[in-house]
């Protein structure tokens, strides 16, 4: 069966580092998206993308949080400079986009640590 | 705003037991879903209910949608030690296809 695939599944970072955290989404699904999770909390929407181009992003995607598909076969989301703060799993998700609003088929996550 | 609040927090049952858990959400919705994460790991879609419906099935997973009240429920039946894990709803709203969680139940199952 089809999935979504994250690399790497644990990153160790010091603050102020670039980060660029990688999926590859299930192949023909249209919609993009990204989450995250900091431990003990709730998920938090981050970004959703569609047509090569940010459909919607939350107040915590800000200038520091940038994603891009490359190729059409990855996705990925970029923090520029690191804070203690965006230590956190990250989900990366993908949707078929065939009807409207669709269940999303998430990945495995990427741990995130900074130091 | 917040959307999908669970109670309770936290459930602890007896394998064969029936587990309920409940979310309530405060705008209006396309559709709710249910979604399941075992520790650490990543988030597996359980059943996803439309605005329109108010009772869906699948296997041992009942879930309703109460739009009046805005709040839905997950009912597992004949519970097993694998069921053991943390449990969110999401919802979706009218404008878009983004997923609001809420805090999620922490339900272990208990051979």
């Known amino acids: 069966e089809p999935e979504v695939t994250q690399t790497p599944s644990h990153q160790v970072t010091q603050m102020g580092q670039e980060v660029i955290l990688r999926c590859v989404p299930i192949?023909?699904?249209?919609?993009f998206y990204w989450y995250r999770q900091i431990l003990g909390q709730k998920v938090e929407f981050l970004v959703s993308f569609y047509n090569n181009e940010i459909s919607e992003k939350s107040e915590i995607f800000d200038d520091q949080f940038s994603v891009e598909r490359p190729d059409g076969s990855n996705f990925t989301l970029k923090i520029r400079s690191t804070k203690l703060e965006d230590s956190a799993m990250y989900f990366c998700?993908?949707?078929?986009?065939?009807?409207?609003?669709?269940?999303?088929?998430f990945g495995p996550g990427t741990r995130l640590t900074v130091l | 705003s917040q959307q999908g609040e669970e109670d309770p927090q936290a459930l602890s049952i007896q394998e064969g037991e029936n587990a309920t858990m409940n979310c309530s959400y405060k705008t209006s919705i396309n559709n709710l879903q249910w979604y399941r994460q075992n520790s650490g790991r990543g988030l597996v879609h359980l059943i996803l209910i439309r605005s329109n419906e108010r009772e869906k099935h699948s296997g041992r997973l009942r879930v309703t949608l109460d739009t009046s009240k805005k709040s839905s429920s997950l009912l597992i039946t004949a519970s097993r030690a694998a069921d053991t894990a943390s449990y969110f709803c999401a919802t979706v709203g009218n404008q878009g296809g983004k997923l609001i969680f809420g805090q999620g139940t922490e339900l272990s199952v208990k051979p």
């Open positions: 192949s023909n699904h249209l919609y």
């Open positions: 998700a993908s949707d078929p986009g065939l009807a409207a609003f669709n269940e999303q088929f």
